[in-house]
């Protein structure tokens, strides 16, 4: 681990003071612990005191040693030894957390670094012009399955593109950071897959709601025999009622039937990329980002199995792709045509 110092005496304030409400808070925080043990409560302490004034301190540090009787020393120790507390100033209106852990860079995370590097300072831990802005590279900040992701103050957002990163920062230099949707930024809920559930895709309660009609199947059966040898009449008309849910069952699939029509009527649309036979050499789209097992195959059947076929989508054939697979602006999003093009020309390395 680095070695960790409080900024410059040029720049530490003369004293730190909780506003009203965030005393008032210390106080019922420290009460958490018990008596002889208010120690335990520095560190929300610390944080409370980073979010009001934006970073940690001398004075602040002094001043929880005061609250909470310990040495300068010890509560020195706690904010240079954790990477959470920042102890030099940093943008007032936002400081991005770059998460650079093996998932995020993997998924793109020195793309976001330059973002930060042009649009606010070359340089981590230093403010643009304007004293707004200021970054970093940090440790896994835990979404790894939403990588690439930033942090802000406690607030994580996921799944970003450059592009988005920059319509985030701008927001926040605008002072409506508020505004950010927090978490995820693209089309999925939470970390749920990204091209929609493939497994455990039935309602258990369907399920339940089957069993039960087979127990009474079964039971309507048993009482229809019991009857039968006293009453034959009775054994026609429960003969007669099984014949009709056999007919129901049989108009289901009639209708998903007319529903698959529907789809296969789409793929005469003149916008649809032009296919071609399986070849005996296809490549892996999937190493596209975006592409997962099952859009490979559906893209497989509609004749794509290239990286030059999609690196030569015009806009109207990739929204037509884009509407067939109902994931709305995800193609453009993930900038498909833009990576096919990459791997068509030299494979991995590109």
């Known amino acids: 681990m680095s070695v960790r110092r409080l900024a410059e005496d040029t720049v530490q304030p003369g004293e730190f003071k909780f506003n009203p409400a965030n005393a008032n808070w210390a106080k019922e925080k420290i009460k958490d612990f018990p008596k002889g043990r208010e120690a335990s409560a520095v560190i929300p302490l610390l944080m409370r005191a980073q979010e009001q004034d934006g970073w940690v301190t001398r004075a ?3 001043h929880m040693a005061d609250m909470l009787n310990m040495p300068y020393i010890r509560v020195l120790e706690v904010a240079t030894f954790y990477t959470q507390f920042q102890l030099k100033p940093v943008g007032t209106k936002a400081h991005i957390q770059v998460c650079g852990t093996t ?26 012009e304007a004293g707004t802005l200021s970054w970093e590279e940090v440790e896994c900040l835990g979404s790894c399955v939403n ?58 309660n369907v399920k339940k709601s089957k069993s039960k009609k087979a127990k009474s199947k079964k039971t309507e059966s048993a009482t229809a025999s019991t009857v039968s040898a006293v009453e034959p ?13 056999a007919k129901k069952a049989a108009v289901k699939p009639a209708a998903k039937k ?48 290239k990286f030059e076929q999609v690196g030569k989508w015009k806009k109207a054939e990739s929204d037509w792709v ?9 193609i453009e999003r993930d900038g498909w045509i833009k990576q096919a093009k990459a791997f068509a020309k030299g494979g991995h390395d590109e």
Not at 110 to 115: E, F, I, P, R, T
Not at 174 to 186: F, L, M, N, R, Y
Request: with cysteine.
């Open 103 to 128: 998932p995020c860079m993997l998924r793109g995370s020195d793309d976001l670094m330059k973002v930060c590097k042009n649009k606010i300072n070359k340089e981590p831990f230093k403010t643009n």
């Open 233 to 245: 009449s009775a054994k026609a008309a429960a003969s007669k009622s099984k014949a009709k849910p």
């Open 322 to 330: 884009d509407g067939y697979l109902s994931f709305k602006g995800r």
């Open 60 to 62: 602040s540090i002094e």
């Open 147 to 204: 990588a690439p992701m930033v942090m802000v103050l406690k607030d994580t957002y996921e799944d970003l593109t450059p592009e988005r990163l920059e319509e985030i920062i701008d927001l926040f230099e605008a002072g409506k950071g508020s505004e950010v949707p927090v978490g995820t930024q693209i089309d999925r809920i939470g970390s749920a897959p990204i091209g929609g559930l493939t497994a455990l895709t039935s309602d258990p």
């Open 258 to 305: 007319a529903k698959k029509a529907e789809a296969v009527a789409d793929l005469d649309d003149k916008n649809r990329p032009k296919g071609m036979e399986r070849p005996d050499e296809i490549d892996d789209l999937k190493l596209i980002s975006g592409i997962g097992p099952k859009i490979e195959g559906i893209l497989h059947e509609l004749g794509i199995f």
